[in-house]
């Protein structure tokens, strides 16, 4: 295994980002809309999506929010989505992820940096507190248009 090469994502990287955040949600996003997001993403100054790119695959993918918030008086990183294909956790590429991901937000000039998950992935808590994050807010979520979908992690 060679050593992992941490790089803002490219336009080529469309795919392999989609792959791992579908698997990450554990369902299938509608491919336009992403592609179309995912565009708008790599011209936006204020965002920056980490691949993580290890024997020539994007392995893991890490996207960042920058931005100023009233409530901070500051500017701040939010961790939107952060992914580790199936076959390459438990071998500290998402360590490696977040170090590089916190190293981005201090560059940035960010005086804190911050994440969401999902209340049912308890590894991913353990991994996160972990690394130095803890548990300070909780998060509501209401649809705005059609039927509630509910978690795909809880079925």
Known sequence: ???????????????????????????????????EIFSAQLADPDRLCLVC?????????CNIRFEYQLHHAARIAEIMELAVAP??????????????AHAAAIANGCVQIELACNMLR??????????????YHYKFSKPLAGAWEGNALGR
């Open 87 to 100: 076959g390459r956790r438990n071998c500290g590429l998402g360590a490696d992820l977040l170090r590089e």
């Open 53 to 61: 790119e290890l024997d020539g695959e994007a392995a893991a993918v």
């Open 1 to 35: 295994m060679s050593a992992p090469v941490f790089r803002p994502a490219e336009g080529r990287d469309l795919g392999a980002v989609y792959a791992l955040i579908c698997g990450m949600e554990a369902k299938e996003l509608p491919y336009a809309g992403f592609a």
């Open 122 to 135: 308890h590894d991913a808590h353990r991994f996160y507190e972990r690394e130095g994050f803890r548990r």
